[in-house]
C-alpha cells in the first residue's frame, strides 16, 4: 500500500528509480521468508512487527503520529486489516511449496481479480475492454498453474498453487477495500493499522506451531521485516514524483529479480510455461493500468471542461 501524497511533484526518472528499488527490495523481502523455512504466521509477525519502527519513523518525520494515525472508521480498517493479513500469510504458506518465479508469477492475478471485485463490491463498469484483459490474465494463469496440478489435487505443488491463488484474491479483495475506503481514510492511516492488525493476528497462529528460529532464520525474519518497512517507504516516495499509471508497469520488474534470485539462491530454474503464463499475466495487467489512465485522464479532461462552461 503505497502512501501517497496530495501534491506530488513531477519527476518521472526519480518516480521510476524509486519504484524499481522499492520492487526489488520487496523481492528480497520475499526471499528472506523463503529461506526462512519458519511457519507462515511467524513469518507474518515478524514481517509487520519490524516494519512498524520504520513506518512510525516515517510518519514523525513527516506528518506526526497522530495525524498520521486517526481514522474515522475502526471497523472499515479492521475488515481490511483481517483480509489483508489473510493474503498475506497465505502468500507466505505458498512460498514453501512452489518455487520462487511461480510464487510471483501467480500474484500477479492479483490486479486482475481487482478489477472484477471492484465491478461486483464497489458497482464499477465492466467494460468491454477489461473483460478481455481479464480473460487474457487467467489464461496466463492456467499457463502456469497447469504443470502443478498435472500429478493431481493432492500434491503439494496444487497445494502451493492453492494458497498463492488465495492469497492473490484476497490481496484484490484487500484492495477494493482500501479503494472504498479513499476520501475518508489516509493512506498512512491504512498502512499503520494494517501493520498493527497483522502483527496481533498473527500472535494467534502461536498453537498451531511456531518454531525457534536458528541464528540464519533469525537473521532472515528480521531482515524480512526491516526490508519491508524500507521497501514501503521507498513505493510511499516513488508516488511523490510520479504518477500510480505511470509506475505500475514498472512492479513487474519483480519477476526478473525472482528468476535471479530463484535460480542464484534457491536452484531454482523457472519453466517455461511459467515464463509464457507470466506474460500474459503482465501484458494483462499493463493494459488495464493503461487503460485505467486514459479513462482517467478523460474523466479529469470533461470535468476542466464542464468547470469552464459553469464559470
Given at each position: ?32 521468508i ?169 500472535l494467534?497462529?502461536?498453537?498451531f ?24 517507504i ?57 487503460r ?13 471542461v ?6
Amino acid at each position: 500500500m503505497a502512501l501517497t501524497p496530495s501534491a506530488p511533484s513531477p519527476n518521472f526518472a526519480r518516480g521510476i528509480f524509486l519504484m524499481l528499488s522499492a520492487i526489488t527490495v520487496f523481492t528480497f523481502m520475499q526471499a528472506f521468508i523463503k529461506a526462512a523455512a519458519v511457519p507462515a504466521g511467524q513469518a507474518m509477525f515478524f514481517r509487520s512487527v519490524m516494519a512498524l519502527p520504520i513506518i512510525l519513523i516515517w510518519l514523525v518525520s513527516h506528518e506526526g503520529i497522530r495525524a498520521g494515525i486517526a481514522t474515522k472508521s475502526v471497523r472499515n480498517h479492521a475488515v481490511r486489516g483481517i483480509v489483508g493479513s489473510c493474503a498475506m500469510g497465505l502468500g507466505f504458506a505458498g512460498l514453501s511449496y512452489l518455487p520462487l518465479p511461480d510464487v510471483t508469477a501467480i500474484r500477479f492475478v492479483t490486479p486482475i481479480v481487482m478489477v472484477v471485485l471492484a465491478a461486483l463490491i464497489l458497482g464499477e463498469r465492466f467494460r468491454l475492454f477489461r473483460i478481455g484483459a481479464v480473460l487474457l490474465g487467467f489464461v496466463g494463469v492456467v499457463i502456469i498453474i497447469a504443470p502443478r496440478l498435472s500429478f493431481g489435487l493432492g500434491t503439494t505443488e496444487a497445494l502451493g498453487v492453492a494458497l498463492t491463488l488465495g492469497s492473490a484474491c484476497l490481496a484484490a479483495l484487500a484492495q477494493v477495500f482500501v479503494k472504498g475506503m479513499a476520501g475518508q481514510e489516509s493512506t498512512t492511516a491504512i498502512v499503520f493499522w494494517f501493520s498493527t492488525t497483522a502483527t496481533v493476528l498473527s500472535l494467534l497462529t502461536i498453537p498451531f506451531g511456531w518454531v525457534w528460529p536458528d541464528p540464519w532464520a533469525w537473521m532472515f525474519l528480521i531482515g524480512a521485516g526491516v526490508v519491508g518497512g524500507l521497501g514501503q517507504i521507498l513505493l510511499t516516495a516513488s508516488y511523490r514524483f510520479a504518477e500510480a499509471g505511470v509506475l505500475a508497469p514498472f512492479t513487474y520488474v519483480s519477476m526478473l529479480w525472482s528468476v535471479l534470485i530463484g535460480w542464484v539462491w534457491f536452484s531454482e530454474v523457472p519453466t517455461v510455461q511459467t515464463l509464457v503464463g507470466s506474460a500474459f499475466v503482465i501484458t494483462a495487467g499493463i493494459i488495464i493500468v493503461l487503460r485505467e489512465r486514459a479513462l482517467g485522464q478523460d474523466a479529469t479532461a470533461r470535468r476542466k471542461v464542464k468547470a469552464k462552461g459553469l464559470q
